[in-house]
């Protein structure tokens, strides 16, 4: 394929955008691309959300340009980076220089030059988000693709440009969206970038864990997150962004009688939780619900492995973890929150169930009632079908009662007293 002219005109909501970008760019005299993720959704056949533009010249200068042709007053200038972001409806828009980032080894900050589009291309990340096509009327659509992304797309394949130690050097975080874009498109990571990974994984103390965080909630809205937290523990990033989680792997015999493996069991519990909803939240509080089963694992002879206090000692472990990710103070207390109450639907499944015993839990959960439902209904990973139906069937069971229990309590808010 050597041009997307037609991918980029047929039913796309942005043709008008990419067409007065191109025209720009030919009254300014700059080449003028649309690059990376932009290029490869459009390849995929995927919608596209951020429109990445970069031109061989100034482009600070070009987005002011653009955004008087576009009609938008406001741009968002980071001069220091040769970036520009136009905010514009439904869509954003960013114009940047060609450019190269570097980060030393002592420093968060990258370096930046600028270069031509060929220098651009080999520092991207990824090859198959290293692929360029013109804007420029003349050049429509070419495709300029001079590390053969367009091939590993087709193979379904995530490898670097240049050698992976050079590409993870030049920006550490690129370890951690391997594993992401692993899970997002569901392709294999080459060996010798698995192999890098694991060489340079301490570079990643450079890198501020605003940015990590949020790869880690990008692997969280993918359709398989597993995968990238298996290429995490394979590679030894675990160990670095989620020790907690690292530790939970592995099982222990006793007298012939063992336990989950904790970690396969969390990751099965993410994948389920990821078919019953795109809430990002509810995913997240599936990965670290059973955070605490390390710590609190202890033998009896007599009932085998127990986790006693799991529930509440992860919600108190919580507390760090979200302090060292920068979690928001509202999707930590939600973590803690989920954490805490996740046994208790279970354990009002077990009983006579009391309405007393509903409200308690419901007035507990509060609005997140439905996502600890969800959350449960996740956790349950065994393979025996019989008991798969036995433990829905409570659940149903138990959602009917919460139900029943609070049409009943509005039934009664509502009454009024009848006087004689």
């Known amino acids: 394929m050597s041009s997307i002219s037609q991918l980029l005109k047929e039913n796309n ?21 649309i690059v990376g993720g932009y290029v490869r959704d459009t390849l995929l056949g995927k919608s596209c959300k951020d429109i990445d533009i970069m031109v061989e010249g100034d482009g600070v200068a070009f987005a002011k340009k653009l955004a008087r042709e576009l009609k938008v007053n406001v741009t968002v200038d980071y001069d220091k980076f040769g970036t520009a972001m136009i905010p514009y409806p439904d869509v954003e828009i960013e114009v940047a220089t060609a450019r190269i980032e570097k980060y030393r080894s002592d420093s968060r900050k990258p370096e930046v030059t600028s270069s031509t589009i060929e220098e651009d291309m080999s520092r991207r990340d990824f090859t198959i988000n290293a692929i360029a096509a013109s804007l420029l009327p003349s050049s429509f659509g070419e495709l300029y693709d001079p590390f053969g992304g367009i091939k590993d797309l087709q193979k379904g394949l995530i490898i670097t440009p240049l050698d992976p130690d050079e590409t993870f050097s030049d920006d550490p975080l690129r370890m951690l969206r391997a594993v992401r874009f692993a899970a997002q498109l569901e392709y294999d990571v080459a060996s010798t970038i698995l192999e890098s990974i694991s060489r340079n ?68 519990v993410v994948d389920n939780a990821a078919k019953l909803s795109d809430k990002m939240e509810i995913r997240f509080a599936a990965l670290v619900h059973d955070i605490a089963k390390p710590p609190t694992k202890q033998f009896d002879t ?66 997140y009632v439905d996502d600890l439902m969800i959350l449960c209904r996740a956790d349950i990973t065994t393979k025996n079908q019989k008991k798969v139906s036995k433990y829905m069937g409570n659940f149903e069971k138990v ?6 229990v609070k049409l009943r309590d509005e039934m009664k808010a509502f009454q009024s007293p009848v006087r004689g």
Do not use: C
């Open 13 to 33: 909501p942005h043709e008008d955008i990419l067409a007065i970008a191109g025209s720009l760019g030919e009254k300014e005299n700059m080449p003028t691309y």
């Open 201 to 268: 994984i301490n570079r990643l103390e450079i890198v501020s864990w605003e940015r990590i965080r949020d790869e880690i909630i990008k692997s969280l809205t993918t359709n398989k997150p597993s995968i990238a937290f298996y290429l995490m523990k394979e590679t030894g990033l675990l160990t670095h962004v989620f020790p907690e989680m690292d530790i939970m792997s592995g099982v222990e015999t006793i007298n012939g009688m063992g336990h989950k493996d904790v970690f396969i069991h969390t990751l099965q």
């Open 302 to 367: 007599k009932k085998g492995w127990t986790f006693h206090g799991h529930d509440e000692i992860g919600r108190r472990m919580l507390k760090k973890v979200a302090k060292r990710m920068k979690l928001s103070n509202n999707l930590r207390d939600y973590l803690m929150l989920l954490t805490k109450l996740h046994l208790r639907p279970i354990a009002l499944a077990k009983k006579e169930i009391t309405d007393s015993a509903i409200r308690r839990v419901m007035a507990e959960a509060g609005e």
């Open 399 to 404: 959602e009917h009662l919460m139900q029943d």
